[in-house]
């Protein structure tokens, strides 16, 4: 299982762009296998990505996630060999549906027909990410075009699914999937077995699975699972994430988080390459002094 490190969007880090890019500096001379970038309301991610991919040399970055619906598909495939071009060859694309609060209410696209609206997408984004011509057209979207970005490679497309409809496009269409507040016996029941089964119905390879938790390495467990709690109640909220943490049995972001010493953290770690997530995505939470760095160290600790 490679290890990578969740920024963008989590305290500890900072979130300017100097920040980002000595960040993943540091990450590449630790050693760790990818930088992934969130994207909410502050940075672009797939820019941010360019810009600390051209200042290192060997970590991926990939986005978790750049949201689909405020930008044509044709629009994000260009953008994306760019930064593929800027980063060397070592950019992965993560895209997602985000969430109706945020389509409709912030920026008043329809959100009617998620699950079809991203087919079509990929319908579009993919070909054009192999470097081949798109020439599609649907009930939502249009693509009938190529792109020639010198210096680009095909770019790995994944893609953040939850329910069944969506690990069946994911599956079928994409490279794998990101999730966000699900845990192992979730990925092991639900995520990797149905995309998985998709993948092979569809005769692709076997595809990623990309999990971001939140992780802090402290023996006061309770104040740090309170302030987890404070910090990450949206996303107990939002119904893609609920759905997924009541799967898995837990009240909320703050009992799904990977808390608490040395020992637990690996046996946590451990789990997850159990249940076959091929890339942890590790959002750690300063949640005390200290924490960040020894949290960071322990992980390092666990590269392979």
């Known amino acids: 299982m490679r290890i990578g490190l969740f920024a963008g969007a989590t305290p500890g880090i900072g979130n300017s762009l100097e920040d980002i890019v000595n960040f993943t500096k540091d990450a590449e001379q630790r050693g ?6 969130a994207n909410v ?3 672009d991610a797939v820019g941010a990505c360019a810009v600390a991919g051209w200042e ?3 970590i991926e970055l990939g986005t978790a996630v750049t949201p689909t619906y405020p930008r044509h598909p044709a629009a994000l495939a260009q953008q994306t060999l760019t930064t593929n071009a800027a980063c060397k060859g070592r950019f992965a694309l993560g895209i997602g549906l985000s969430h109706q609060l945020v389509i409709e209410g912030m920026y008043g696209y329809s959100y009617d027909k998620p699950a079809n609206h991203m087919q079509e997408y990929l319908a579009i984004i993919a070909p ?3 470097g081949e011509a798109a020439d599609f057209e649907g009930q939502q979207l249009t693509g009938k075009l190529s792109l020639d970005v ?3 490679a095909p770019v790995p497309l994944i893609v953040a699914a939850l329910g069944p409809a969506m690990l069946k496009i994911a599956g079928q269409l994409a ?3 990101t999730t966000w507040m699900t845990g192992p016996k979730t990925l092991e029941q639900h995520i990797v077995p149905s995309i998985s089964a998709a993948a092979q119905d569809a005769g692709r390879a076997a595809p990623r699975i990309v999990c971001g938790l939140p992780i802090a390495l402290t023996t006061d467990v309770d104040a740090a699972r309170e302030k987890i ?5 949206v996303y107990g909220m939002l119904p893609s994430y609920r759905a997924m943490l009541d799967r898995e049995g837990v009240a909320g972001p703050a009992e799904l988080s ?4 040395e020992a637990t953290l690996r046996a946590s770690i451990q789990r997850l390459r159990d249940v076959g997530v091929t890339d942890f995505n590790a959002a750690i939470m300063p949640v005390g002094d200290g924490v960040f760095d020894a949290t960071l160290d322990l992980l390092q600790s666990e590269l392979g």
Request: aromatic fraction near 10%; charged fraction near 25%; glycine fraction near 14%.
């Open 229 to 233: 709690a404070k910090d990450l109640q």
């Open 175 to 177: 490279d794998g999937t």
């Open 150 to 152: 010198p210096g680009a």
């Open 258 to 261: 990977l808390v608490g010493d």
């Open 128 to 130: 054009l990410l192999r």
């Open 32 to 37: 760790f296998d990818s930088i992934w970038m």
């Open 41 to 43: 309301f502050g940075l």
């Open 56 to 58: 290192t040399e060997r």
